[in-house]
């Protein structure tokens, strides 16, 4: 008998009930719903697993642009014109790489901002990192540092070197990933595909010689370029007590915008305060 005499019908009790449960489905969506925002606001990254991952997607990419390049399936066209009116050339081993690089990073951390010189169209890798730090880096880094996922930008360049890559000249072809927390490069990594070497820094020095490597106290570049080709040679630069800015001397933020419309200037074992200040004015219409 139902409360003040009045029954209920079997439908009425159906509806009701699915009324109910949607209702109570409602309110824990919500709650659920906060729950999951207020997580991913909260969400941290250990900069030791952030190194490990970045190591590894490097020499993922790397691998598929050695194996593209050794098949000669390159698949090589134009992407358009640099702003200096030079062709840039676009291949089967940048899209191959930036799919590794770019979905092994965001499956593992989906949450944090990843920016890849190329923007392939095709279905992501449902690969997921295994989360196995190398014995070098827990022996060289004996803690992790944990960062607000919101304050990591990611910087990949799946193929650095793409003209070089087409002529064959592969002591010139690297993949890279930087880490900057909150602007400033702190993970670096660049691996030579064709070499297996890989040279990194997460807020210690980790071996970034390699013996085959030009080297140069002092590198100057005037023209326009990306923040993916040059954060992880300035983290590793830094490591190693070297400075990279503007050629007006100022800090390269990599955060927001791709582009560094500044010029670059690059130096180690040398006063670069004094270098800045040599160097002829910076007209700023050179930066178009």
């Given at each position: 008998m139902a409360p003040m005499g009045i029954r209920l019908s079997p439908l009425c009790i159906t509806l009701f009930c699915l009324l109910g449960v949607g209702v109570i489905y409602h309110l824990y969506a919500g709650v659920l719903s906060s729950r999951i925002a207020s997580f991913r606001l909260k969400s941290t990254v250990d900069?030791?697993?952030?190194?490990?991952?970045?190591?590894?997607?490097?020499?993922?990419?790397?691998?598929?642009?050695k194996r593209i390049r050794e098949d000669n399936t390159l698949e090589e066209k134009s992407k358009g014109k640099t702003k200096e009116g030079d062709s840039e050339k676009l291949t089967l081993g940048d899209l191959n790489s930036h799919r590794k690089m770019f979905y092994l990073i965001k499956n593992t951390y989906p949450y944090i901002q990843v920016n890849s010189e190329?923007?392939?169209?095709?279905?992501?890798?449902?690969?997921?990192?295994?989360?196995?730090?190398?014995?070098?880096?827990?022996?060289?880094?004996?803690?992790?540092?944990?960062?607000?996922?919101?304050?990591?930008?990611?910087?990949?360049?799946?193929?650095?070197?793409?003209?070089?890559?087409?002529?064959?000249?592969?002591?010139?072809?690297?993949?890279?990933?930087c880490v900057?927390?909150?602007?400033?490069?702190?993970?670096?990594?660049?691996?030579?595909?064709?070499?297996?070497?890989?040279?990194y820094k997460v807020l210690a020095l980790l071996d970034p010689t390699d013996e085959e490597q030009d080297t140069a106290d002092i590198y100057i570049h005037v023209t326009y370029i990306k923040k993916w080709d040059i954060c992880a040679g300035d983290a590793i630069l830094r490591s190693l007590?070297?400075?990279?800015?503007?050629l007006k001397g100022e800090h390269i933020d990599y955060s927001g915008t791709e582009g560094n419309k500044g010029g670059l200037l690059a130096s180690i074992k040398t006063d670069h305060k004094a270098l800045v200040k040599r160097l002829p004015p910076w007209e700023e219409n050179k930066e178009q």
């Open positions: 900069l030791r697993e952030l190194l490990a991952l970045s190591m590894e997607a490097a020499v993922q990419g790397g691998r598929e642009v190329e923007h392939a169209n095709a279905e992501g890798e449902a690969t997921v990192w295994t989360r196995i730090i190398p014995e070098e880096i827990l022996a060289k880094i004996s803690g992790g540092k944990e960062v607000p996922a919101e304050r990591i930008t990611v910087w990949i360049d799946p193929l650095d070197a793409t003209q070089e890559y087409t002529e064959n000249l592969q002591k010139y072809v690297t993949t890279m990933v900057a927390v909150d602007g400033d490069p702190v993970i670096g990594v660049i691996h030579k595909p064709f070499t297996g070497h890989t040279g007590g070297g400075q990279m800015t503007t």
